[in-house]
């Protein structure tokens, strides 16, 4: 088996011969790799985790997932794969140990097995001491945690995670980070999608970019951002009288344009850390009072901007 997720083609349409909510997408998911499927709103991700966990039909194209295809065989499948949906429903009154133990049952552990089991998971996910709390009261990150947990009862080897942080508080999505990368270092596959810069920068090993069910870019983050350009480093200068002057001596630097108000400048360099002494040194030499130098980096949110013409998040643009 060649990877752990490989599509042709794949496109569903709504209703049925209606807009495409994703159209034409070839992917190939490698063993082992953190994939972010990474979009705004309504870009198509969670029909693409329907489509490929089986809850959907493709209206044209084909996937595989560990091996197995989706049309011809669901259920190979389905052994092969933990799901956490965006929107899947709980009952709020059972306790998440409850869940967890009538997961492992449905998954075919025995009653015996079921127990000791939910308690590993529970454990895993840092949710020990909430187990015997109704889900109904869990906080956000909490549901997220035993949503993840419920997804990995049956130790699948490709794991689907739809917006698995969406709405968490920093410290909660940082521990899901963590869970997430331990399980890539034990060898399981995850896509995952989000609408984070940051979360598909920091997590993923490869990065597929969805615009309006289309795959519009896919790399590493470091290949997708060097794409789109060198840093440059903004320079806010003390007198705005200084500027054409300073225009001069940073051309010694890098390549420097007048920034958006007279005060400023940016001066597109290689590196960014390399230039920015030497950038320092020669203002200082020439007199030119400087009140704030930043290297700015390209992010995800410049390579969707390049790919689209549209920011990809409020977030991003923040
Ligand atoms: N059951 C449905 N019937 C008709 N249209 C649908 C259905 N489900 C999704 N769509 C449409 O398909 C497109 C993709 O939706 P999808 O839910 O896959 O987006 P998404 O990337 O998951 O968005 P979000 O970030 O809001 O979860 C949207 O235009 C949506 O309105
Ligand atoms: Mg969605």
């Known amino acids: 088996m060649s990877h752990?997720?490989?599509?042709?083609?794949?496109?569903?349409?709504?209703?049925?011969?209606?807009?495409?909510?994703?159209?034409?997408?070839?992917?190939?998911?490698?063993?082992?790799?953190?994939?972010?499927?990474?979009?705004?709103?309504?870009?198509?991700?969670?029909?693409?985790?329907?489509?490929?966990?089986?809850?959907?039909?493709?209206?044209?194209?084909?996937?595989?997932?560990?091996?197995?295809?989706?049309?011809?065989?669901?259920?190979?499948?389905?052994?092969?794969?933990?799901v956490a949906l965006q929107d899947a429903a709980i009952d709020p009154l059972m306790t998440g140990r409850e869940l967890l133990e009538l997961q492992a049952v449905l998954h075919g552990l025995s009653r015996r097995a079921s127990a000791p089991r939910g308690a590993l998971l529970l454990e895993r996910v840092g949710l020990s001491d909430a187990g015997d709390k109704r889900?109904?009261?869990?906080?956000?990150?909490?549901?997220?945690?035993?949503?993840?947990?419920?997804?990995?009862?049956?130790?699948?080897?490709?794991?689907?995670?739809?917006?698995?942080?969406?709405?968490?508080?920093?410290s909660s999505r940082l521990l899901l980070w963590d869970e997430v990368r331990r399980l890539r270092d034990q060898g399981t596959t995850v896509f995952l999608t989000t609408q984070y810069l940051e979360e598909a920068d920091q997590l993923a090993d490869r990065v597929g970019i969805i615009?309006?069910?289309?795959?519009?870019?896919e790399d590493t983050p470091e290949a997708l951002k060097a794409q789109v350009g060198h840093p440059h480093v903004h320079v806010v200068l003390t007198n705005a009288a200084d500027r054409e002057r300073s225009l001069q001596v940073a051309s010694a630097v890098g390549d420097p344009r007048p920034g958006v108000t007279d005060h400023c400048?940016?001066?597109?360099v290689q590196d960014g850390s390399l230039e920015l002494p030497a950038l320092v040194r020669a203002l200082d030499d020439a007199g030119i009072a400087v009140a704030s130098l930043d290297v700015v980096r390209p992010t995800l949110d410049d390579v969707f901007l390049q790919k689209t013409g549209a920011h990809l998040a409020e977030e991003a643009v923040a």
């Open 4 to 82: 752990a997720i490989v599509t042709r083609g794949l496109e569903k349409r709504y209703p049925k011969g209606g807009t495409y909510a994703v159209q034409g997408v070839d992917l190939a998911v490698d063993h082992g790799e953190v994939y972010g499927f990474l979009g705004p709103n309504g870009a198509g991700k969670s029909t693409m985790v329907r489509l490929l966990v089986t809850l959907l039909r493709p209206s044209a194209g084909t996937a595989h997932v560990a091996g197995h295809d989706v049309v011809k065989d669901p259920a190979g499948v389905r052994a092969s794969i933990g």
């Open 135 to 170: 889900v109904g009261e869990y906080s956000g990150g909490m549901r997220r945690r035993l949503d993840l947990a419920m997804a990995l009862i049956h130790e699948p080897r490709v794991l689907f995670l739809d917006e698995p942080t969406t709405g968490l508080d920093p």
């Open 211 to 217: 615009a309006g069910g289309q795959l519009v870019a």
């Open 265 to 268: 400048l940016d001066v597109s």
